[in-house]
């Protein structure tokens, strides 16, 4: 099929297709920012130990509380 067979193009609703583009780079911008600041739920559980075990280890080590 040719242009001559269909004299009139393929409808486009604009609107649709501006809110598709728009969507499409959101959410590639979305991604690039899960790179660059994102964290894995294991890193975020293994920075949540290291932190447990930091209090604990400064509690078990701290003197008299000053009220004491």
């Known amino acids: 099929m040719n242009w001559q067979d269909d004299p009139v193009g393929e409808i486009v609703n604009l609107r649709r297709t501006k809110k598709t583009l728009q969507r499409q780079q959101a959410a590639d911008a979305a991604k690039q920012n899960r790179v660059r600041?994102?964290?894995t739920a294991a890193e975020r559980a293994n920075d949540k130990r290291a932190e447990q075990r930091r209090q604990a280890l400064l509690?078990?080590?701290r003197r008299g509380?000053?009220?004491e």
């Open 37 to 39: 600041h994102g964290r």
């Open 59 to 61: 509690d078990a080590s």
């Open 65 to 67: 509380e000053a009220g």
